[in-house]
């Protein structure tokens, strides 16, 4: 039997079937125009008809009962050409809702929270010491041990005008007796009888800090031979070891943020894994009709792309008010007594906006993240599939 | 529509094919497919169609033998050059693979869109080949509310929207009742008659008798041709 038989069999059915607008349609067709063969334009006809035997069931009828009123959302919706919106917003290739995909969110919000909570934390300890290293180098301290047979007040008064002389000092401040006793209170009491104690005194030095650092050189030896109880303490062994503590807390710090990106890194690879497990027939159907793996994986990269921002932005966002909370806490604290001694050692919990911007960036760096290793695990199980 | 002058879209040359170190489930498979032709690929249930066109789609890889895809030898084919042949051929599924996750406009527009053009730029055609097929109302809709004719009209519509040089249609009167089957026959035979080289693999001989064609036999792992 022809294909000829086939229509004049069927010519009537395919004829009864066509609609003006579906003859348009057939007309229009770039490949039907094309096609070389002389036949092709005798069977245009029958061609729409064929298929179109077994119509689609009509719309369902309008309702004659109530009338639907429009609600501001159909006239919203009407405003809009149909079209257009489609254009807007095409389905994604890979499945937006899933159990794993939300899951993975949930991952993502978590160690972006650990990750932006570590970076803040950084940063607070190294804002802090940076403020302690800085108050602790600008000044520097005579002490004077008070002797039997020397003038304790005198040799304050020595110790006080040798420093004013030295370039560099911009400030000189003798303690008196009172002040000095006044400093040991907290540790001894106030019952003690001072007066038959040998406190020693105190010159406290602040540097010029536009100024090169002063000749300590000299100023300890023209000390040791006018004034030999006293002593010169330039802090500097102290703020070395402030220095060497505070940079192995960031560096602690800095080793944990790499851990939980790391971790993070790997808790996306499992999710894009079980997610392409779950979308290999998609993927089969995609390659099948002529997807290249880089469409594929910019598909999966977007998705994964758009789940990292949206979890690294809300991570990121709970860690805004963690320390937003802490700050406002902190503040309430310093009011006391201890809250002042907390805060003169370890600094205050308010992140300053260099923190801030760094835990909005960790939500960017985890989002990032998630592309880079989407696509990479993508590419490679590409690889396997085919 | 692409041509590929005269020489084959498809020859295969004693190709083998086995599974691990299991026996050859095909073997010596010697055949070709000619520019605008059309043949029956047959032969009984489990006789190897599905997996021949797997061959020729590229999905499996010849254990032996050579396969020439549109002139070019299939071992030299890159996983991007395979992306650029396999948009010249049309696959019809026995069992359709629609995307239920997407409606049948994407599904249709798939092919379209994974070659990364603009929606704007094959909106029109995708939507005029779904009236074509009459799925004109039905486009909106996510294929799992498709009849079973609904659905191979659909992929059918897929498969024809790069206007491919070859159409692969792997058992598509499988799951249809007789009257459209023979419709669907008669779609494969004109749009044979438009350019398009169609290999119609089924089992039913029924089917077979209604058109005289080119038969591609599979029996016992081999190939027999009667033209």
């Known amino acids: 039997m022809s294909s000829n038989d086939m229509s004049s069999n069927d010519g009537g059915s395919a004829n009864r079937a066509e609609t003006p607008q579906q ?29 179109h035997e077994e119509r689609a069931p009509p719309e369902p009828p ?30 994604a290739l890979v499945p937006e809702a899933s159990i794993s995909g939300r899951a993975l ?20 300890i190294a804002t802090a010491s940076a403020s302690w290293s800085a108050d602790v180098t600008r000044e520097m301290t005579i002490q004077i041990r008070p002797r039997s047979g020397r003038d304790l007040d005198a040799d304050v008064k020595t110790a006080s005008e040798l420093a004013r002389g030295v370039g560099g000092i911009d400030g000189v401040r003798p303690y008196s007796k009172e002040e000095s006793e006044r400093l040991l209170e907290p ?26 650092l002063p000749d300590l050189a000299s100023l300890k ?19 070395a070891r402030l220095a060497t503590m505070a940079g192995a807390l960031v560096l602690v710090g800095l080793t944990a943020l790499a851990l939980v990106l790391i971790a993070t890194g790997l808790a996306i690879a499992f999710a894009t894994r079980g997610a392409m497990a779950g979308t290999r027939e998609i993927i089969n159907v995609l390659h099948l009709v002529g997807a290249e793996d880089r469409f594929i994986a910019d598909e999966f990269q977007r998705h994964f792309l758009m789940m990292g921002l949206r979890g690294g932005l809300i991570g990121s966002g709970l860690a805004v008010l963690a320390f937003l909370a802490a700050g406002a806490l902190s503040s309430r604290w310093n009011a006391t007594p201890q809250g002042e001694q907390i805060e003169a050692l370890f600094g205050t919990f308010a992140l300053g906006p260099r923190g801030y911007l760094a835990v909005i960036c960790i939500a960017f760096v985890v989002a990032g993240l998630t592309a880079i290793v989407t696509r990479r695990t993508v590419y490679r199980n590409l690889r396997d599939i085919t | 529509m692409r041509h590929s002058g005269c020489s084959n879209l498809v020859r295969f040359e004693n190709v083998g094919l086995r599974y691990g170190m299991g026996p050859e489930v095909l073997r010596d498979i010697s055949f070709h497919i000619a520019p605008r032709s059309f043949q029956f ?16 789609l590229q999905q499996l890889r010849p254990t032996r033998g050579t396969i020439t895809l549109f002139s070019r030898n299939s071992a030299s084919i890159t996983q991007d050059d395979l992306a650029n042949l396999r948009r010249r051929i049309g696959i019809i599924f026995q069992d359709f693979r629609l995307l239920d996750h997407l409606t049948t406009y994407e599904n ?17 055609e995708v939507v005029e080949l779904l009236r074509w097929v009459g799925l004109g109302e039905r486009m909106h809709v996510p294929p799992i509310v498709l009849s079973g004719g609904e659905k191979q009209r659909a992929a059918i519509a897929r498969a024809l929207i790069v206007r491919p040089e070859l159409l692969l249609a792997d058992e598509p009167t499988g799951n249809v009742d007789p009257p459209l089957a023979r419709r669907l026959l008669r779609l494969f035979v004109e749009l044979n008659k438009l350019g398009t080289a169609i290999v119609l693999a089924t089992h039913d001989f029924t089917l077979m008798d209604q058109f005289d064609a080119r038969r591609i036999v599979l029996a016992e792992g081999q190939v027999h041709v009667f033209e």
């Open chain 1, 23 to 51: 003859g348009n349609a057939v007309r229009s067709r770039p490949a039907i125009r094309r096609a070389s063969d002389p036949a092709a334009s005798a069977n245009r006809e029958a061609l729409a008809g064929i298929l």
């Open chain 1, 221 to 239: 030896r023209r000390l040791a031979e006018a004034v030999p109880t006293a002593t010169l303490d330039d802090h500097r062994q102290w703020s």
């Open chain 1, 62 to 91: 309008a309702r004659t009962g109530r009338t639907r009123h429009k609600t501001l959302l159909d006239v919203l919706k009407d405003s809009v050409p149909r079209a257009r919106r489609r254009d807007e917003r095409q389905t």
């Open chain 2, 41 to 56: 690929l047959t032969g009984p249930s489990g006789s190897g169609k599905t997996t021949l066109l797997k061959l020729v």
């Open chain 1, 187 to 212: 540790w001894l009491g106030s019952a003690l009888p001072f007066d038959q104690m040998p406190v020693p005194r105190i010159v406290v030095l602040s540097l010029d800090p536009k100024a090169s």
């Open chain 2, 108 to 124: 249709v527009a798939l092919p379209l869109r994974v070659q990364g053009k603009s929606e704007s730029s094959y909106r029109n």
């Open chain 1, 105 to 124: 969110v949930i991952v993502v919000v978590i160690m972006t929270f650990l990750a932006s909570m570590t970076a803040g934390a950084v940063e607070l």
